[in-house]
């Protein structure tokens, strides 16, 4: 009778055990069991901004990223941070674009040429040649209220730039002859990235654009496939094209500034406190970029020199003769399907005329 009452009793306490521990496991909130598959403005989560990009930590752009993510640790709330994803590793532009047209908190960067494909033709005039004749202009342009419209144009497309004072560098010119003015281009075929802008643009100052992947650029230089390459020179330098390509023209073609860019969806979601905080950090770190350029650059044309590259300086005159090579380049508006009169527009809005 005693072995029954025993079992009896034991059976009541695991059955009253279980009951309390069905009682404290609180059941799950919808949508909590994948935590990150929903936005993280809308679970209340801590917000992180993914940054995804194609440079590497160790060059300029990669330290002022960090710098961001440090500002918006240091002056915000708590409720937003900032993760870096560098070598590619979000993936490509376009997928991260993507991505950020439905609404996922993302941002990489990009550029005028980039947001002509876009859809806001305008744009793409940032990447034509001697555009600005300092970078005083450039980040005049920025201020401007040209710029501010095709931002808004840019928004209506679901894109929204975050900030645009971030220095990418001076594009200039390396190749494997010399090359002291424009008339020396007649006949070198230079490497450029595949899009209609930079191919019409080197096309007009007298050289033959090749649309070629950045990869493949070497090669086609040790072959004699192409004659010669343009970058600025923290992508010349650490592609090695000093090796085969003994010639530099520091002719700065095209003052490339960046933006960094993010969905509308996204940063409509997010507080108002929280997109102040991600625009004035934003800003603040691009200035510590572009000191971080400054540096770099002429690091890099003292390592140009000391492995036996050729740098050639570019005086007023010479400037003024490549720019003047370049102007058929505008004629060409209604092929990219621009504004009439827009570069005596975007030279106006500059602070130029």
């Known amino acids: 009778m005693k072995k029954v009452l025993?079992?009896?009793v034991a059976t009541m306490l695991a059955l009253s055990v279980a009951a309390c521990g069905a009682k404290e496991e609180a059941p799950e909130t919808p949508g909590t069991e994948n935590p990150g598959t929903e936005?993280?403005?809308?679970s209340g989560d801590v917000v992180e901004v993914q940054i995804g990009f194609e440079n590497s930590m160790s060059e300029p752009i990669g330290q002022a990223l960090q710098k961001w993510a440090d500002l918006v640790e240091e002056q915000g709330d708590g409720s937003m941070k900032i993760v870096l994803y560098p070598d590619s590793q979000l993936g490509s532009k376009n997928e991260l674009i993507d991505s950020m047209l439905l609404g996922e908190p993302v941002m990489t960067l990009a550029d005028g040429a980039f947001y002509a494909d876009y859809g806001v033709k305008d744009f793409g005039i940032l990447f034509g040649p001697f555009l600005f004749d300092n970078w005083e202009q450039a980040?005049?342009?920025?201020?401007?209220?040209?710029?501010?419209?095709?931002?808004d144009l840019l928004e209506e497309k679901g894109l929204k730039i975050i900030t645009s004072n971030w220095k990418y560098g001076d594009r200039h010119t390396m190749t494997t002859t010399?090359?002291?003015?424009?008339?020396?281009?007649?006949?070198?075929?230079?490497?450029v990235p595949s899009n209609q802008i930079q191919t019409e643009g080197f096309n007009a100052m007298g050289a033959t654009a090749v649309g070629l992947p950045l990869g493949d650029t070497y090669e086609a230089l040790t072959t004699g496939t192409i004659t010669g390459v343009?970058?600025?020179?923290?992508?010349?330098?650490?592609?090695k094209f000093q090796e085969v390509a003994k010639y530099l023209i520091l002719d700065a073609h095209v003052k490339n500034f960046t933006t960094w860019v993010t969905g509308t969806m996204f940063f409509d979601g997010l507080s108002a406190e929280q997109q102040e905080l991600l625009v004035?950090?934003?800003?603040?770190a691009g200035f510590y970029n572009n000191g971080l350029v400054d540096e770099a650059e002429a690091d890099y044309l003292q390592k140009f020199k000391d492995e036996g590259v050729t740098v050639t300086e570019v005086d007023d005159a010479t400037q003024a003769a490549f720019k003047q090579s370049a102007m058929s380049f505008y004629d060409l508006g209604s092929t990219f399907g621009w504004s009439d009169g827009l570069y005596e527009t975007v030279r106006k809005a500059m602070g130029a005329e």
């Not at 936005?39 to 809308?42: E, F, I, L, S």
């Not at 980040?139 to 931002?151: I, N, P, R, V």
């Not at 010399?178 to 490497?191: F, I, M, N, Q, S």
């Not at 343009?230 to 592609?239: I, M, V």
Request: glycine share 10%.
């Open 6 to 8: 025993s079992i009896v």
């Open 39 to 42: 936005t993280p403005v809308d």
């Open 139 to 151: 980040w005049t342009l920025t201020e401007s209220d040209w710029y501010k419209g095709q931002s």
């Open 178 to 191: 010399p090359v002291k003015g424009p008339e020396d281009l007649k006949g070198l075929k230079v490497r």
């Open 230 to 239: 343009e970058n600025p020179l923290a992508t010349l330098y650490g592609r």
């Open 280 to 284: 004035s950090t934003g800003k603040e």
